[in-house]
Structure formats: C-alpha cells, structure tokens
C-alpha cells in the first residue's frame, strides 16, 4: 500500500479537502526551502568570506571590491521580497522557463535569503578571534588554510545558527509566494483558505507551518550546541 493510499484511509470525516492535498503542499514547501536554502548556503558563506578577508585589515583588503559586494548584498536584502518576486519574473522565466509552480518560486526565493545569510555569516566569521589569525599568518599558513582551519571551524555554531534562521525565513517566504501560484502550504492557504473562505483548511496550515518551524530550529539549536561541545 502506498503512502497516498494509507492517507486516504486515514482520511478524517471533518477534513473539508483530502489528506493527500496537505501532504503534497507539505512536500511541495520542504522543496522549496531546501533547494533555495542550500543554494543560500553554498553561496552565501563564500560571499561572507570575501565580505570579511576583503575588509580593510583583511588578509585580501580590497576597499573597492569590499564595497561593491557590500552594495550589491544590501541593495537585495532592501527589496521586500513580494516586490523581488515579481521583479524577477522575466529572470525567472529565463531560467526555469515558468513563472509559477515550484521551480520558479526557488529562483527568488534563494536569490532573497542568499544575502540575508550572508550577511548573518558575514557577523560570525568578523567574531573570530584575531589572535588565532595572526598565529596561524605567523606559523606560515597560507590563505586558504587560514580560512579552512581557522575561520570556518570558529565561526561555524555561529553560521549554522544563522542558517537556521535563514530556513525559518525561507517558509515564511515559501509561505508568501503561494499569493503567486508557487505551490505549497501558502498557495493551499490562499486557494482553499482565503478564496473559498474555508477557515479549516488556514487553521491547519498554519499548525503544519508552526510545526515546522519548531522543528527546524530544533534541529538547528541542537546541532548547534553539538558543535560547541565537540
């Protein structure tokens, strides 16, 4: 028996639309965030790295680069993300080929919370004890080796807290892109919730969204806090 068949049997009288629905918007949202997140993360730590070792009394100091990246994460981080989304939309379409469904909220979504958790890892890598630097530049380490043994294992309870924070930004946002079509719990929110007025199906979508959000930080604060202990 498949799941979606063991959902159907399961499926309680007063639900107003099938248990098969939420699931699928369920799985539909854990695609968006976890796509555009990691896209976040294995983009926005490099892009904190050269926010930090191009500041001036970094190792790369670069003023006019330092700048330029600086602009470019804040002016992103400035737009609302309903206004990104629809900027985006020839961009989108360009890259995907759609502008609704799944696929297309990702491209938004990921380019919004890339320079939001930049710049949130850009805060932990800058809390990374000068001292140890200059032991490490002064045992002969090269630049890579500093960052790699230095600054990403110092600063890393501190990003992966951030990183979590940026997940529970990305459902909310996932949340938000439902207004577009984008799939999801917010799109099942807002067709069967607020179009056709049925208050059941908003009350469990924010429950499913609630829960997920404690799970997620959970998950978060626990590995967190394993990092510190090791």
């Known amino acids: 028996m498949s799941f979606e068949s063991l959902l159907q049997s399961w499926q309680p009288a007063w639900l107003s639309i099938p248990l098969t629905t939420y699931w699928q918007s369920l799985l539909e949202t854990l695609l968006m965030v976890g796509v555009s997140g990691a896209i976040a993360f294995l983009a926005g730590v490099p892009l904190a790295l050269l926010l930090i070792v191009t500041a001036p009394g970094g190792f790369l100091a670069s003023p006019g680069i330092n700048r330029a990246v600086g602009y470019v994460v804040n002016g992103f981080r400035a737009v609302p993300f309903i206004v990104l989304l629809v900027a985006l939309i020839p961009f989108t379409r360009w890259v995907v080929g759609t502008t609704i469904g799944v696929w297309a909220a990702i491209v938004p979504l990921a380019i919004s919370a890339t320079p939001f958790f930049a710049r949130i890892a850009e805060v932990s890598l800058r809390e990374v004890d000068p001292g140890l630097i200059e032991a490490a530049q002064a045992m002969g380490c090269r630049k890579w080796d500093i960052v790699r043994h230095v600054y990403l294992p110092e600063a890393m309870p501190g990003i992966i807290g951030g990183f979590t ?33 049925d208050s059941q199906v908003m009350v ?27």
């Not at 429950?207 to 202990?229: C, H, I, N, S």
């Open 165 to 197: 924070i940026t997940l529970v930004a990305l459902i909310s946002s996932s949340a938000m892109a439902g207004a577009v079509g984008a799939g999801g719990l917010g799109d099942l929110a807002i067709r069967y919730g607020y179009q056709r007025f």
């Open 204 to 230: 469990v979508v924010i429950v499913a969204l609630l829960l997920l959000v404690t799970a997620v930080q959970f998950a978060g604060d626990r590995y967190v806090r394993w990092l510190r202990e090791r």
